[in-house]
């Protein structure tokens, strides 16, 4: 299977299966000496661990996290970091009665059209299981961006139609509910709106939002790789996201020149900033120096318990009934992916951006360096 690498110069390869033996990944391009330990991962895996609450599912894994190789006396060592989360947990019995269904909004038809062989049991790599092989090396990245000074920070938006107020929002009061809202009312009543869905045997979706902090201007590659064409690559890997905006994102598209433009000041220092954000921190696909923040929006959790039409591998018609272990809404975990998957694109773009200049290449390799004039 091909697409299971992601990055350049920072590059991750994730593997394993919803129920088989693991799910890991290979970290290759990580500079040596970064302290790094088993704690670091295990933080950023326990806040996508199932079983948290009545909102997500009840499989009980403690995604408990191996460092295999690429450490050594509490640092990376510069060569390929492979992690392995064993999976404990795994019923695939109760996947037996839809081997030979299309479940709605999954991707078995597709699966079976290129491949024309799926593992049924949870979903195999289109599992939401896979992601944690992202989060492991995201945690590594993470710690890479912290050392520069560089956070950053998702939380659920919204569930339904119930937003996060920003007359009232308070990043603290995330960490209070299991939802990930930084709005103690809003969440209140996104649980009462859960709950009501989860009684109709149906499940929800929403929006992740996502905040870089600290990022220096000037990352980012022009064309192709811009910042804002790479971070939506990125989220939009994601399982069940749909959709990807930026900045102020679709609303720009209604807005006139004048309002949309963010005007630059010189701060007391006299460095560049802009007096607002519109652009959402980037700039020709490199980052501005303000904060970058983007959002995604995520579906329905597809496995539902009400009766759904569906049709079989060799071509009936018929209903269906999930049964299992399922999330309600996929958003307050996939909060942390979103994160993870920003860091990996982000260490990647900053790792890259190294050989942008001459005076980068000399400070790290030495030797004369003549400036644009000649001196």
């Given at each position: 299977m091909a697409g299971s690498t992601f990055g350049d110069s920072f590059r991750v390869m994730t593997w394993g299966e919803s129920h088989g033996k693991g799910i890991g990944v290979v970290v290759d391009g990580c500079p040596a000496g970064l302290p790094l330990s088993r704690t670091d991962i295990q933080a950023l895996l326990d806040r996508r661990r199932p079983g948290q609450s009545r909102f997500t599912t009840q499989?009980?894994?403690?995604?408990?996290?191996?460092?295999?190789?690429?450490?050594?006396?509490?640092?990376?060592?510069?060569?390929?970091?492979?992690?392995?989360?064993?999976?404990?947990?795994?019923?695939?019995?109760?996947?037996?009665?839809?081997?030979?269904?299309?479940?709605?909004?999954?991707?078995?038809?597709?699966?079976?059209?290129?491949?024309?062989?799926?593992?049924?049991?949870?979903?195999?790599?289109?599992?939401?299981?896979?992601?944690?092989?992202?989060?492991?090396?995201?945690?590594?990245?993470?710690?890479?961006?912290?050392?520069?000074?560089?956070?950053?920070c998702a939380y659920t938006k919204s569930v339904g139609p119930i937003t996060v107020d920003p007359e009232r929002f308070d990043l603290k009061k995330m960490w209070e509910n299991r939802l990930y809202m930084p709005d103690e009312q809003a969440a209140g009543e996104a649980g009462a709106y859960l709950e009501e869905a989860m009684a109709r045997k149906d499940s929800v979706g929403g929006v992740a939002e996502c905040m870089i902090f600290g990022l220096p201007a000037g990352v980012g590659e022009p064309v192709f790789?811009?910042?804002?064409?790479?971070?939506?690559?990125?989220?939009?890997?994601?399982?069940?996201?749909?959709?990807?905006?930026?900045?102020?994102?679709?609303?720009?598209?209604k807005a006139f020149g004048s309002g949309n433009n963010d005007p630059f000041r010189l701060d007391e220092n006299g460095q560049v900033h802009k007096e607002t954000n519109h652009a959402g921190g980037i700039l020709g696909g490199i980052s501005d120096g303000a904060p970058v923040i983007f959002r995604a929006a995520i579906k329905p959790t597809p496995s539902i318990a009400s009766v759904q039409k569906t049709v079989t591998r060799d071509g009936r018609e018929q209903e269906l009934e999930i049964k299992g272990r399922h999330d309600p809404i996929i958003v307050p975990r996939a909060v942390v992916v979103v994160e993870a998957m920003a860091a990996l694109t982000v260490a990647d773009l900053l790792l890259r951006g190294m050989t942008s200049r001459m005076e980068w290449i000399h400070k790290i390799y030495g030797g004369p360096y003549e400036d644009r004039d000649g001196e």
């Open positions: 499989r009980d894994e403690a995604d408990e996290v191996e460092i295999v190789s690429g450490i050594f006396e509490g640092r990376t060592t510069g060569t390929p970091i492979s992690l392995e989360v064993r999976n404990t947990d795994q019923r695939s019995k109760d996947y037996s009665a839809i081997k030979d269904v299309y479940r709605p909004g999954h991707a078995d038809m597709t699966f079976d059209a290129k491949y024309g062989f799926r593992d049924y049991r949870g979903g195999g790599r289109s599992s939401g299981r896979e992601t944690i092989g992202r989060v492991a090396a995201g945690a590594i990245a993470l710690k890479l961006l912290g050392s520069l000074g560089i956070r950053i790789d811009k910042l804002d064409a790479c971070l939506a690559k990125a989220i939009l890997s994601i399982g069940g996201v749909k959709a990807f905006e930026i900045g102020d994102g679709l609303q720009a598209a």
